[in-house]
């Protein structure tokens, strides 16, 4: 299991090892045809920043070879912001007095209409981690309800068991994203204070969960604003490689947030700045030419056009990210995760993605055509 290799890591060695990456190291790395995790290590150090165009080109080149000239869209869905956990950078923490709603079954059906209608057949189903209002049970009954309107449902909540995942995969489930938020064991309690959260085995183990249910893709990430990002990407890349050893029909992504305002004050620890983001998409993208890289629109507008050529593979477009925010913006805005930094519609932001001779997919054809 991975937690047994993570905890043969010491968070500072490792850290020192990035650091003293020489000019050297990543010239070699650059070179290398089979990049190993020592190669990894020598992209994202700050060795590598003076190599940063040349790491662009190579992302840019493997990117259009493997995945052609595209970027995917899709959209989360928020099904509840009620949360039992009490992570101390999220809007959603249950220490937060903030309104709190489940959208019933009527409520997800107008909402999945409205998406559709912005013509979305990719969905990301998004709740804070409450298992008593939105719990397996209750994600079988929206994945009956989504199914007819959307071709590739994935998820974004607490962690479940592996025959709830499975369950889950019977009724469409595609993709499920999960993330350890920091693999800093000793500073991670600092973060998650209370609720099932709080236990880093429990988080990190769920992923073997997935592997065994068999689901077709996993996503992994980080938070970056809470520890050194070099440290946690790097132990980001060691797990995505276990793995993928460990379950080899599953397919791979990552992304990359970056802490964004919400209600409650939280000062980011540690600051990734864009040119360090735009390092550390190339940096995957050299180390792992299959690994699909999300951007959402924690990012802004700017940022995600530059980024379009370099590296990633799909956009979350026009989001929403509170219950209810798509056919009732205007009755649901208080109830927000976060502030989102693009705001364009979807509209603009596919014509964009044309704009730069690149195909808008709304659907994900791999997994259409293995149906
Ligand atoms: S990050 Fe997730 S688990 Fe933590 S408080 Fe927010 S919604 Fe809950």
């Given at each position: ?356 001779g690149y195909e808008a997919v709304w659907k994900d054809w791999d997994t259409y055509l293995q149906q």
């Amino acid at each position: 299991m991975f937690i047994d290799i993570i905890k043969s890591y010491d968070w500072q060695t490792t850290t020192k090892l990035i650091y003293s990456k020489t000019e050297a190291d990543v010239v070699s790395a650059l070179k290398s045809q089979n990049r190993s995790i020592d190669d990894f290590m020598a992209l994202i150090s700050p060795a590598a920043e003076p190599f940063l165009e040349e790491m662009a080109q190579q992302s840019q080149q493997i990117t259009q070879r493997r995945f052609g000239k595209t970027i995917q869209l899709y959209v989360p869905l928020y099904l509840s912001n009620f949360c039992e956990n009490n992570c101390v950078y999220c809007g959603f923490n249950t220490q937060n007095k903030i309104k709190r709603k489940v959208l019933t079954y009527e409520e997800v059906k107008e909402e999945v209409i409205a998406i559709s209608k912005l013509g979305f057949e990719h969905i990301l189903l998004v709740t804070g981690e409450a298992d008593v209002k939105a719990g397996a049970d209750y994600l079988k009954k929206v994945f009956e309800i989504i199914k007819p309107h959307i071709s590739l449902i994935s998820l974004e909540v607490q962690p479940l068991k592996q025959e709830e995942y499975s369950k889950l995969i019977s009724h469409g489930l595609n993709t499920v994203y999960l993330y350890q938020e920091t693999y800093n064991h000793e500073r991670y309690p600092k973060y998650h204070i209370k609720g099932k959260k709080a236990n880093y085995e429990n988080r990190i183990n769920t992923f073997e969960e997935l592997g065994r249910a068999g689901v077709h893709k996993m996503g992994l990430g980080i938070l970056a604003g809470l520890e050194d990002w070099r440290t946690d990407s790097f132990f980001t890349a060691l797990h995505l490689n276990y793995l993928k050893k460990q379950y080899w029909k599953t397919k791979f992504s990552i992304s990359f947030p970056r802490l964004r305002p919400h209600t409650g004050a939280f000062e980011p620890n540690s600051i990734m700045n864009d040119k360090q983001l735009a390092q550390l998409i190339f940096a995957y993208r050299l180390f792992d030419e299959n690994v699909e890289i999300a951007m959402s629109t924690r990012e802004s507008a700017t940022y995600r056009d530059n980024m379009l050529k370099l590296g990633i593979t799909s956009m979350s477009a026009e989001s929403q990210t509170n219950p209810g925010g798509y056919a009732h913006p205007e009755e649901n805005n208080e109830l927000e995760q976060f502030s989102i930094n693009d705001d364009r519609t979807a509209a603009q932001i596919a014509t964009m993605i044309r704009r730069n001779g690149y195909e808008a997919v709304w659907k994900d054809w791999d997994t259409y055509l293995q149906q």
